[in-house]
């Protein structure tokens, strides 16, 4: 039978002192459990978590602690090794959707090692990090692609996916035909675009499920500080590679 259960999203104010934040998490009660998004932003959230006992999942990569999450590093690895062994592409723009790696850190990893297993070189010149605008990102790739220095490109998130998709059709280079894509992270419209887009399908809904059934065992049996379970992303190759 499935559970129901309140869900809160929490702000937490980086001024805030150890007691104060121990007793924000107390205040919602004994069967209470929290899902940590990205708890590198702030560790001491999670050293606080860890240390009151207080039922617990972190979503993003920890180095100790309760993780359920998915394998964008491996994915990545996947992706990139298909445009260069399957598609046949060498020069492979990575686009970040930020300035920082915050979320896509493992993604880069990916695309640097795989690019050096390969025998290819890495080229700093072909990541994207600049804040996103259409202008932006065609002159990117017009002036990489004019130079013969772009043939493919892999989109680290959905947002700057979409975007790149749309622009790339905007402009007389052809997918995939001229640039190759993969973007991480599917979107319904992925399967119905024209072309239609390849893409890493990352299973939130069974991350969902593995972080509630973990927090309801808490809840009900005793906190645990030893949950590790990382789940696999799929490669979806469609037309645009």
Same mark, same amino acid.
Not at 83 to 112: C, H, M, Q, V
């Given at each position: 039978?499935?559970?129901? $259960?309140?869900?809160?999203?929490?702000?937490? /104010? *980086?001024?805030?002192?150890?007691?104060?934040?121990?007793?924000?998490?107390?205040?919602?009660?004994?069967?209470?459990?929290?899902?940590?998004?990205? *708890?590198?932003?702030? *560790?001491?959230?999670?050293?606080?978590?860890? %240390?009151?006992?207080? *039922?617990? =999942?972190?979503?993003? @990569?920890?180095?100790?602690?309760? !993780?359920?999450?998915?394998?964008?590093?491996?994915?990545?690895?996947?992706?990139?090794?298909?445009?260069? %062994?399957?598609?046949?592409?060498?020069?492979?723009?990575?686009? /970040?959707?930020?300035?920082?790696?915050?979320?896509?850190?493992?993604?880069?990893?990916?695309?640097?090692?795989?690019? +050096?297993?390969? &025998?290819?070189?890495?080229?700093?010149?072909?990541?994207?990090?600049?804040?996103?605008?259409?202008?932006?990102?065609?002159?990117?790739?017009q002036s990489n692609f004019? @130079?013969?220095? !772009?043939? @493919?490109?892999?989109?680290?998130?959905?947002?700057? &996916? +979409?975007?790149?998709?749309? @622009?790339?059709?905007? $402009?007389?280079? %052809?997918?995939?035909?001229?640039?190759?894509?993969i973007v991480f992270f599917?979107?319904?419209?992925?399967?119905?675009?024209?072309?239609?887009?390849?893409?890493?399908?990352?299973?939130?809904?069974?991350?969902?499920?593995?972080?509630?059934?973990?927090?309801?065992?808490?809840?009900?049996?005793?906190? +645990?500080?030893?949950?590790?379970?990382? !789940?696999?992303?799929?490669? =979806?190759?469609?037309?645009?590679?």
């Amino acid at each position: 039978m499935a559970k129901e $259960c309140d869900v809160n999203i929490i702000l937490i /104010n *980086p001024a805030s002192s150890d007691a104060d934040l121990a007793a924000k998490f107390s205040s919602f009660g004994s069967r209470a459990g929290f899902v940590l998004l990205n *708890p590198d932003t702030m *560790p001491r959230v999670l050293a606080i978590l860890r %240390r009151e006992q207080f *039922p617990y =999942i972190s979503f993003a @990569a920890v180095s100790e602690g309760n !993780l359920i999450s998915h394998d964008g590093y491996f994915a990545t690895c996947h992706a990139i090794e298909h445009l260069i %062994r399957i598609s046949g592409r060498e020069n492979i723009a990575f686009l /970040n959707p930020a300035a920082d790696f915050a979320y896509t850190g493992d993604r880069l990893k990916g695309y640097r090692d795989t690019l +050096r297993k390969q &025998g290819l070189p890495f080229r700093e010149e072909l990541v994207f990090t600049q804040p996103y605008t259409n202008e932006n990102f065609l002159s990117f790739v017009q002036s990489n692609f004019q @130079a013969g220095k !772009l043939d @493919a490109v892999f989109a680290a998130s959905f947002e700057i &996916g +979409r975007k790149a998709v749309n @622009a790339l059709k905007s $402009c007389d280079l %052809r997918i995939p035909e001229d640039i190759a894509v993969i973007v991480f992270f599917d979107l319904p419209e992925f399967s119905t675009s024209v072309p239609t887009i390849s893409c890493v399908n990352v299973p939130l809904e069974s991350i969902a499920s593995a972080i509630l059934k973990k927090l309801f065992e808490m809840i009900n049996f005793g906190f +645990r500080d030893d949950v590790r379970v990382i !789940l696999k992303d799929e490669l =979806i190759i469609r037309e645009s590679c």
